[in-house]
């Protein structure tokens, strides 16, 4: 994994982020980056009854060992976060991973798909699944960086495979 010993460069960016498991507390906050995501790879926001669902996935998550939700914070403020399902599969699968404004370029999307990276490993995976908006170059550009790999495309989503590093000893 491509990594940088010093942590996360970039404007306002002083120290390494704190890291924390979502709680109930942070579905606002998970709400309206997971409608931003939505907006990017659909083109438009989501329907009260998408975001229902959507808040209803992410409340189930919160409670499911197979799944984990890890917020990245500084001084106490999320600023980004990835959610990884299937922990308990040989693939799981990146449902998200979103850096809030304010805090993009800065190395976050990079660490996020590190920490993911690193919990699949830790629970036996060969590789990650996830979708990316045909669009999101930055992301795009990201996931070839870590050896990600075209599955399927459509003009909604690009599926893609992304391998897992085996854990060191």
Do not use: K
């Not at 659909?42 to 996935?57: I, K, N, Y």
């Not at 980004?80 to 976050?108: C, I, K, M, N, S």
């Not at 590190?114 to 990316?132: F, H, K, N, P, T």
């Amino acid at each position: 994994m491509p990594s940088d010993p010093a942590g996360v460069t970039g404007p306002g960016t002083d120290a390494a982020p704190d890291w924390r498991s979502a709680t109930a507390r942070d579905l606002p906050i998970l709400r309206r980056a997971q409608s931003e995501t939505f907006a990017s790879m659909r083109g438009r926001a989501p329907t009260a009854e998408e975001t229902a669902r959507m808040d209803a996935a992410t409340r189930e998550a919160l409670n499911d060992p197979g799944q984990t939700i890890e917020l990245s914070q500084r001084d106490g403020l999320v600023c980004a976060y990835y959610w990884l399902r299937g922990l308990t599969e040989r693939d799981p699968f990146l449902v998200d991973l979103h850096v809030l404004p304010g805090h993009r370029r800065a190395g976050l999307g990079r660490l996020c798909l590190e920490r993911a990276l690193r919990r699949a490993a830790e629970a036996g995976a060969d590789r990650i699944a996830l979708s990316v908006a045909p669009g999101n170059a930055p992301a795009l550009a990201l996931y070839r960086r870590y050896g990600a790999r075209t599955l399927a495309a459509t003009d909604d989503a690009i599926l893609l495979a992304l391998p897992v590093p085996a854990q060191s000893p």
